[in-house]
């Protein structure tokens, strides 16, 4: 099983597992697919950080493999991901896990990106193959190194139907869309793709509630409904240069430091309102890169679940905005399963990045492959 899953061409079962910058918790997820198709979509599960998790992933934030809080918030990570991992492998075929790690710091200009987590660990504890350290060849050879969801929005857009173009919104810590066009085979080929970061999207809200209210989000988007975005500010924060460069381009989670102190002397629900504004504009923003109107925008990630970001979505955009667990997809699991889908490709050798989703050079295929030692 574990050595020959590289040289396999049918389908495999494999396990994606997921923490996003926005420190929720941990979701996993397994899906059949050969690296080009899904075949079919697994049973799933989540694990939320405990606030005492939470605190130490939070406090390597921003620092590199030498930094004095990694050993730690690698070992918090490790052991999140072993015990959830552990409660789908048991009752489940599982050929192969992909395995994304913690990111605490993301630079690629200095060609750096820094992902905490040790795949061998993971390899190791579950006895199954672990595909691990997805983005550090393609920052390494002059990409982004995000995001790396794209070619798994392309599969998704043909498992669902899609006949046109659509647009995939991930609103995780940062925001970032995807463009796709189902018509075309490869999702590596010209045209096939088009992503990048929006901008900050959950990270800066749940920051203001852990900071304001000692909560980890808005739940629901309900304090920002009573709000009143300040549009003043908002208009300056789109004066940001990140918004007039070209994609493909990526975003730090904290690349936008001074969004808090900026709202510093807003009310809470008019701060959060007006961070939601900031997401929504970002959007706004990046929609006039796609290369043709999307025929609908599918949101994912935790931001669907904010009412006011869905609704100021909808109010600013002329595309039709989507919840995509309408499409028979799952909102909640999509960045876990890209990770699984990934993962296959990097065992079989096909790439996981292409000049339009990162800006690298040419389609790369990232991540290494750790094999239990036992």
Not at 122 to 141: G, I
Not at 198 to 205: D, F, K, Y
Not at 277 to 289: F, I
Request: proline fraction near 7%; charged fraction near 15%.
């Amino acid at each position: 099983m574990a050595r020959a899953v590289g040289s396999e061409n049918g389908p495999i079962w494999a396990l994606g597992m997921m923490s996003g910058t926005s420190l929720d918790g941990v979701d996993a997820a397994l899906v059949q697919t050969d690296g080009t198709r899904v075949f079919a979509f697994g049973p799933s599960a989540y694990t939320d950080y405990t606030d005492a998790q939470r605190a130490e992933l939070r406090a390597a934030l921003g620092q590199w493999p030498d930094g004095s809080e990694v050993k730690n918030a690698a070992r918090v990570g490790e052991a999140a991901h072993i015990a959830l991992a552990q409660t789908l492998v048991a009752g489940n075929p599982t050929d192969l896990l992909g395995y994304h790690g913690q990111t605490l710091a993301h630079d690629p200009a200095n060609a750096r990106t820094h992902q905490a987590g040790d795949g061998q660990v993971l390899a190791d504890a579950l006895e199954v193959p672990v595909v691990w350290d997805f983005r550090s060849q393609d920052v390494a050879e002059g990409g982004e190194g995000a995001p790396l969801a794209p070619f798994f929005h392309h599969a998704c857009a043909r498992f669902i139907g899609a006949e046109a173009p659509i647009a995939f919104l991930n609103l995780g810590g940062v925001g970032n869309v995807t463009w796709v066009d189902p018509r075309i085979d490869a999702p590596e080929a010209p045209d096939a793709c088009l992503a990048f970061d929006t901008g900050p999207a959950n990270a800066p809200i749940n920051d203001l509630m852990q900071v304001r209210r000692g909560i980890a989000l808005d739940q629901g988007g309900a304090l920002a409904l009573s709000g009143t975005a300040n549009t003043e500010f908002v208009q300056s924060f789109l004066a940001h240069p990140y918004f007039t460069r070209q994609p493909p381009k990526s975003l730090d989670r904290d690349a936008f430091p001074d969004l808090l102190t900026s709202v510093a002397d807003l009310p809470d629900a008019d701060a959060v309102r007006t961070l939601a504004a900031c997401a929504v504009e970002a959007v706004a923003q990046g929609m006039r890169h796609c290369p043709s109107p999307p025929t609908a925008l599918l949101v994912t990630g935790g931001g669907r679940k904010n009412a006011a970001l869905m609704q100021e979505l909808s109010a600013r955009l002329s595309v039709p905005v989507q919840d995509i667990d309408d499409t028979g997809l799952d909102g909640d699991m999509l960045e876990a399963q890209a990770f699984a889908y990934l993962a296959v490709r990097v065992a079989r050798g096909l790439p996981t990045s292409a000049p339009s989703t990162t800006g690298v050079a040419v389609p790369v295929g990232g991540g290494r492959v750790s094999y239990p030692l036992s």
